[in-house]
């Protein structure tokens, strides 16, 4: 062909929407990195040290902790056939994209689905799944921690023990969560969980971080059928990810070294200060568009400090704001999905992207741009409410 | 975690197994290119550059060429499950390991497969097939066109025209041949094809491309049930990928990058260049490590320029030689799977590594390690052979 496309060489953009958020400069420096073979004597101790990392960052003992070799909707998809055979009874909550998006998994993979719904931005109470429990008999209940459509962060630890005292399976979507507040895999008992790499962990999409306690690990490798997915199938990737190492598909060398130094990252911070770190960037954010007069979409008391949905207000052009901090400043947010298309703006506060910074730079920016639209507010009052937010936390 | 793994620091190989192979510097460059949305307007006109690109290398003019986010396995599972519904009859070409795990694949879609076989490292003739097709009337027919496992390389133009005749479509694994040997699309008639990006590509794996005709593409559009797959449905895919832009999932944007500079590369040489590099430097080859007595798996006259299969010599220790390549050289060489492990060494000259100074590397590397096992050869006879082969084509 002729002429031949240019270089990439793209536009530098602040990264807060829904993700991908902010990459780490270290990430992108370990992904350019050489190449080895998947089956590298090197490359097999970089997976045990990522494996170990993801571990820590789960905070989970669990022995089937790996990345699966693509982006987080296929974590999600790896965990629900691999636990689900045709006809298996699952209850997915839904109260947004990520929960409907997991009931269609599940249909897929021959699941009886019984879906619990909240409204959106709303999250779950153990009593809103007491009777599909005892109607359903799941072996398996789904739920999403960080639900990226809405804001909304759902607790997870009353309703976990609720679903091991109904003898299910629970299987948790932390796509968004993890690495930015606390995900105890191990201590809420959570027997299979599933992220990407592109919102906390500051590392581009490509990898989706997994993990199976024994209980799960034990319906998996005791199924009565094959995993419908070759590519996904657990008790395959197993052998490679275990002590035998056998070859199961070529991995995605680089997209693991830049995981591998985004976990260095983390934790080189501590998990603690890093989720101290979002939870104050997040106050600073809902002071300063509150002084603004821009209120949140989630349940107050359940927002996710990494995913501000924030509601458009009242005669303002949502996509000309949007249009106007990616052009005039290169700055990402997210629009609505679904139910909240044109009504809900998602602020990404995540991984390296959760700075101060970003916080007062995207104030500043929608400020101007508020203001070009006769929005009624005091203008300079959003950055002068994060600052004091500042100066309160130090 | 304390203490923590030391940064990513691999050692430098050259990569001259079965995948993946020496990457392009410039490839690396561009994956550590900052990263933007999978909705930014510029990733919007890299995936255009990418599909257009792409369709010159499968020359085809298929509106359906994409990536799938995932590594070439995920190809040809993507692939398998858009065509086949439950119960759909699919015959399978085996004389590999590729066209075993097509059929496993195949088998967890509820495909009825019909497995055609011949002994590992010949290819299937036009004959072979007929009784199978009049016998399954098969919707599909899966055949692998470079088999990595044995270095043989599939003729298809005329199996493609029975396949045709049969009514069925012709579902071509590509994985290996791609940017290697010409891969015509759209004059063979191919109706689905995958590749990977970590072959002849010269760029780390973690995507997988795919071309869909009209043809499988209205097979697709007008199946009875959903896809298996959610991750990869080329129903909601389309959606993304083509003028649409319907968010999916979050595209490896990084990864797209680096294939998109992948593909300048190979055609900034040209296709035809390309291909003429491979076939020399597979003469070459095959010239030196004849003189030194080692001989090819694959049938005579179908031999892969890029995947040399070669038997071991009789008596010579075959995880010595690859360890003393690797630690003594850095080269690394891919062993025999299945039925040729131990008997059989996959020999890589795949994209950028297809070049003289990989050629005379192994075949000195080789004189060495051969000679110290006792192996009864002409020392220098092999480079020397080679040398011959290269001056004779100038």
């Not at 459509?149 to 609720?162: H, N």
């Not at 034990?218 to 094959?226: A, E, G, H």
């Not at 300063?288 to 927002?303: D, P, R, T, V």
Request: overall charge negative.
């Amino acid at each position: 062909m002729s002429p031949l496309p240019a270089a990439v060489c793209p536009p530098v953009r602040v990264l807060m929407g829904p993700g991908p958020s902010d990459i780490h400069p270290r990430v992108l420096r370990a992904m350019s990195a050489n190449t080895v073979g998947h089956l590298d004597p090197y490359y097999l101790r970089v997976m045990d040290e990522m494996q170990a990392m993801l571990r820590t960052l789960f905070r989970t003992e669990n022995r089937m902790t790996m990345a699966i070799s693509a982006t987080g909707s296929a974590g999600m998809e790896a965990t629900v056939v691999n636990l689900i055979e045709p006809g298996d009874s699952m209850i997915v909550c839904k109260n947004g994209v990520f929960g409907m998006r997991m009931a269609d998994v599940a249909e897929r993979a021959g699941a009886q689905v019984t879906c619990v719904e909240r409204p959106w931005g709303e999250v779950f109470t153990p009593g809103d799944l007491k009777d599909a429990l005892a109607k359903a008999k799941p072996k398996v209940v789904g739920i999403v921690m960080a639900e990226t459509s809405t804001g909304a962060w759902q607790p997870l630890e009353e309703i976990a023990t609720l679903v091991h005292d109904a003898g299910a399976l629970l299987l948790v979507d932390a796509v968004t969560s993890l690495g930015g507040v606390p995900v105890e895999v191990d201590a809420w008992g959570i027997d299979a969980i599933y992220s990407g790499t592109q919102k906390c962990l500051s590392c581009p999409p490509g990898l989706a971080p997994v993990s199976f306690n024994d209980r799960a690990l034990d319906v998996v490798m005791n199924r009565k059928t094959k995993v419908q997915s070759w590519y996904l199938d657990v008790t395959m990737l197993a052998n490679y990810w275990g002590s035998d190492r056998v070859y199961h598909h070529t991995a995605p060398i680089n997209m693991t070294y830049g995981l591998h130094e985004a976990l260095r990252v983390i934790l080189e911070e501590g998990l603690e200060a890093c989720f101290a770190r979002h939870a104050l960037n997040h106050q600073a954010l809902k002071a300063g568009l509150s002084a603004m007069g821009i209120g949140f979409a989630a349940q107050e008391g359940h927002q996710l400090p990494m995913l501000n949905a924030v509601t458009v207000p009242e005669g303002i052009d949502d996509a000309a704001v949007r249009g106007g901090l990616l052009n005039n400043f290169g700055i990402e947010i997210g629009a609505g999905l679904g139910a909240f298309k044109g009504k809900v703006w998602r602020i990404g506060l995540m991984g390296h992207a959760s700075r101060a910074n970003n916080v007062l730079l995207l104030l500043g920016a929608l400020d101007e741009l508020l203001a070009e639209q006769g929005h009624k507010f005091d203008s300079g009052a959003g950055v002068a409410a994060a600052s004091q937010a500042y100066r309160a936390a130090t």
